[in-house]
């Protein structure tokens, strides 16, 4: 069918009215900020009985939305059921249901059994809220997402399979530093819920039981379960459901561009792959469970294994209660052999040992180490903790400490769960035996996001009680079992295990001195982008972006922190100096989020605050859904970048603006061109190398698009030369390989393969994946013109799996090995099959080498062996 232009999409809402007013004006504002049309009854008086007209009006609507909260609604005389459930019922099976459920204490026990029924419905996604503000924008996103997918179901074929093989997602698995013990029945267990094809596994239980470190093992030994790989998501840092999709992104190598939803781009790099995603700590972000249902729906082949203190309570959940280990039974005496069959006092020897070389379980020890792990109930977390002491305890002196100090402490936090109380008091048991000013550095570091170094310790450690002792004060914390080390990109780093973590954070604003550390914790983290942003511009870009790349976890608590304590000004120049990191990185979306949260503070911000949250907020919008608002939009970040002073970022968001006016409307590109040449020579005139490279880059792009390849030859000429001669990495490898491709559909072979050769060398300097991607594709080109077919299908197959992952794909005008290799697949197709099947299977690594010829190997050996 085609519609004429008044025929929009039709969005019935069902709610009570009432209860509900400011939540339906929410609703109707969402569905037409989409340019859709919203199916209410209060838009108009008709002279029909309400069931009738809600009956006719759900013929005529494609989206159902139910809002619910407490009432279940009037129920007519002789009528059994309420409207509310009447217009549930009478919406066609098939209708896709968007169902908003408000977070109260009380709900009348039919809307509650509505709402049981409702999630048992395939066609129907719900999600809490609790004002009418989130349900605005989550109407308005899940709108987006639904006309989304509906749109690429529409372009898909029919009754035809996929017939593309795509490299396996490589997991970056934590490997334990220490045996796992008594674990086994658990682990064959987890796994056997695995192999029934359970779409997601909840590993239950409370903090310090071992959950973490069973789906660890479980990702260790489930390759074979998962053939398409296995990847772990720590989620301890992430506190905002918002950021489940950034993160989950990041951590499976997806780039965020802006150019496409992130949940599109993840269920696209999922979809058809035998994958298991670990999410690990998932109770802070409980609420955005819903988003794994949305997740599986798409790529019904992914696995979700998920540990959490609380049960997530989505469709397609299986809960497995993660139990203590076992402990001798009291009511018998202990035994040597009967303290040998306990996996509590295994443990707790296995530890010791570690801690104090020849330390064992004997008939002299057995009570003592038995009357501990009853103790402590089996809790492998505090175990270990107590196992520690052993370097300067007896077992028996470690026993009578723990009966005495712990009916005390548990006393005093009786609102915590029996183990979450004996936990706590083994912390601070372990915590007691400190000095003072280990014990103060301690609740301190728990403002540090998963890891943190010397520097950074020391640096907030002026004025503290512990200044100047940082390095032996620190030891003795890694002594203790409280902080661990590990080296990364050869420098030593540091962590707390999150419950510890979360012990210390507690400690701190008891003693009424988190804000302070956290504000110590922002500015030193400034400093550091203050230091590395510089760099990202041109000479030293490869390495700070690496080094950025280890302190993101504290760069994103200190971005919160910042928002969080209303220094909306501080947090502003803080992610605007960012912006090339971002890119490169690919982390507009959490950006975003960011952004609109400081805008949403509603507190006063100078304009130049306000540019770069708009800017960012922008960004995404510019490739997804640009509209006259967005150009307008970053019209006024231009404005106010100017006013504020500026004129840099003033001339960035100028180009910004043309391209949002060239993502929107052919209608637009002489004033794009014409905007885009005065950005390029503002930004000349500023000294802003980068961004007048990026600049030419677009320049050069829309002249090719308009089919002037002179013209783009030379302006890719010049954004190179401009990078080259900054030291800009990253612009140098981007226009370099458009050049390429240039010379290549110009027939300059050989200057084209050395021209992608360099750029790949430059993309894994910068451990930038899409830019590996591209130098792939033109080797490709390449070998598929001097008719290797192998070596062209190996190749195509690598990128192609490369941009799967990340979920980048590059725009079909600026594509130039495809059509060689479909030339090359009808004169040799079993040499293009044969190299497909084998890029298939290439690592990274693997590919680059095929690429590159002997003598570059040497080149980029360490930069390879360091990703």
Request: overall charge negative; hydrophobic content about 45%.
């Amino acid at each position: 069918m085609i519609r004429t232009p008044d025929q929009r999409i039709r969005v019935f809402v069902s709610s009570t009215l009432r209860e509900l007013a400011d939540e339906r004006a929410a609703a109707r504002a969402a569905i037409e900020r989409m340019r859709l049309a919203p199916v209410m009854f209060e838009l108009g008086a008709r002279p029909h009985p309400p069931r009738e007209l809600y009956r006719s009006y759900l013929d005529q609507s494609d989206i159902f939305i139910g809002i619910y909260a407490e009432s279940y609604g009037w129920v007519a005389p002789d009528e059994h059921i309420s409207g509310l459930e009447d217009e549930y019922n009478l919406a066609p099976a098939t209708m896709p249901k968007l169902i908003y459920i408000k977070a109260t204490p009380h709900r009348e026990p039919r809307l509650n059994d509505l709402i049981d029924r409702i999630r048992t419905d395939d066609h129907a996604a719900y999600l809490p809220f609790h004002t009418a503000e989130e349900l605005h924008d989550r109407i308005a996103d899940d709108l987006a997402t639904l006309l989304a997918e509906r749109f690429d179901e529409s372009r898909e074929p029919r009754g035809e399979e996929p017939q593309e093989t795509v490299e396996p997602i490589v997991g970056r698995i934590p490997v334990p530093y220490t045996t796992t013990i008594g674990r086994e029945r658990d682990l064959g267990a987890v796994r056997a819920l695995l192999s029934e094809g359970h779409r997601v596994v909840s590993l239950i239980g409370p903090g310090g039981v071992g959950k973490s470190r069973l789906a660890i093992e479980t990702a260790l030994s489930s390759s074979d379960l998962f053939p398409d790989g296995v990847y772990f998501v720590p989620l301890e840092g992430v506190l905002e459901a918002s950021l489940l999709l950034p993160t989950i992104a990041y951590f499976l190598n997806i780039r965020d561009n802006g150019e496409a939803a992130l949940e599109e781009r993840i269920a696209h790099a999922l979809k058809g792959r035998r994958v298991l995603v670990v999410l690990d700590n998932f109770e802070q972000i409980v609420d955005a469970a819903p988003v794994l249902v949305r997740l599986y729906a798409l790529a019904p082949q992914a696995t979700f294994l998920v540990t959490s203190r609380i049960v997530l309570r989505i469709r397609g959940e299986q809960v497995y209660d993660v139990g203590a280990l076992t402990t001798p039974d009291e009511a018998l005496p202990t035994s040597l052999e009967r303290a040998r069959r306990s996996t509590a006092c295994a443990l707790f020897a296995d530890r010791a040992e570690a801690a104090k070389p020849g330390f064992e379980l004997t008939g002299e020890n057995a009570q003592a180490v038995a009357d501990i792990c009853r103790r402590l109930e089996g809790l492998p977390l505090a175990i270990e903790l107590a196992a520690a002491k052993v370097r300067f305890l007896t077992p028996q002196a470690i026993a009578d400490r723990l009966e005495q100090s712990l009916p005390l402490l548990t006393a005093a936090v009786r609102d915590l769960p029996e183990r979450h109380r004996t936990m706590r008091a083994t912390i601070d048991w372990s915590v007691s035996l400190l000095p003072e000013e280990q014990r103060d550095l301690l609740d301190d570091l728990g403002v540090f996001a998963r890891r943190f170094t010397l520097d950074a310790v020391e640096a907030l450690g002026r004025g503290r009680s512990w200044d100047g002792q940082a390095v032996d004060a620190l030891t003795a914390l890694v002594d203790g079992s409280l902080v661990t080390s590990t080296e990364i990109a050869g420098r030593s780093v540091y962590s707390l295990l999150a419950i510890v973590r979360e012990y210390a954070l507690g400690r701190l604003k008891e003693r009424g001195e988190a804000d302070r550390m956290r504000a110590a914790h922002a500015d030193y983290y400034g400093d550091v982008v203050a230091r590395l942003a510089p760099r990202l511009n041109g000479q030293g870009q490869a390495e700070a972006v690496v080094e950025l790349g280890l302190e993101l976890p504290n760069l994103r608590a200190a971005v919160r922190h910042l928002i969080y304590t209303d220094r909306l000004d501080d947090a502003g120049d803080f992610t605007w100096r960012l912006l090339i990191y971002w890119w490169i990185a690919g982390f507009f979306g959490e950006v975003r989020v960011w952004m609109l949260e400081l805008l949403g503070k509603e507190q006063p911000i100078t304009q130049h605050t306000r540019a770069v949250a708009w800017f960012f907020a922008l960004w995404g919008e510019m490739w997804q859904r640009p509209t006259e608002q967005v150009v307008a939009g970053l019209g006024e970040c231009v404005r106010l970048f100017a006013e504020s002073g500026d004129d840099d970022a003033s001339a960035m968001a100028l180009a910004a603006r043309a391209t949002a006016r060239i993502q929107l409307s052919a209608d637009d590109v002489e004033k794009a061109e014409a905007e885009l040449t005065e950005a390029v020579s503002r930004l000349r005139a500023l000294g802003n190398s980068w961004a007048e490279a990026i600049a030419l880059v677009s320049l050069a792009r829309l002249a090719w698009v308009r089919g002037d390849l002179a013209l783009a030859l030379s302006r890719f000429d010049d954004a190179a030369a401009v990078a080259r001669a900054s030291g800009d990495i990253f612009t140098t490898s981007l226009a370099g390989n458009l050049r390429a491709r240039l010379n290549f559909l110009r027939g300059e072979i050989e200057q084209a393969e050395a021209e992608f050769v360099e750029t790949l060398h430059l993309s894994i300097r910068l451990h930038y994946d899409e830019g590996v991607a591209y130098g792939l594709e033109g080797v490709c080109a390449i070998a598929a013109a001097r008719g290797d077919a192998w070596r062209a299908g190996a190749l195509a197959k690598a990128a192609e799996s490369i941009r799967h992952r990340i979920g980048v794909f590059d725009a079909e005008a600026f594509t130039v090995h495809t059509p060689y290799l479909e030339a090359l697949r009808e004169s040799d197709p079993d040499g293009v099959a044969a190299g497909e099947r084998s890029g298939a299977d290439l690592s990274l690594a693997e590919a680059v080498r095929l690429a590159l010829p002997e003598p570059d190997l040497a080149r980029v050996g360490p930069a390879l062996q360091q990703w």
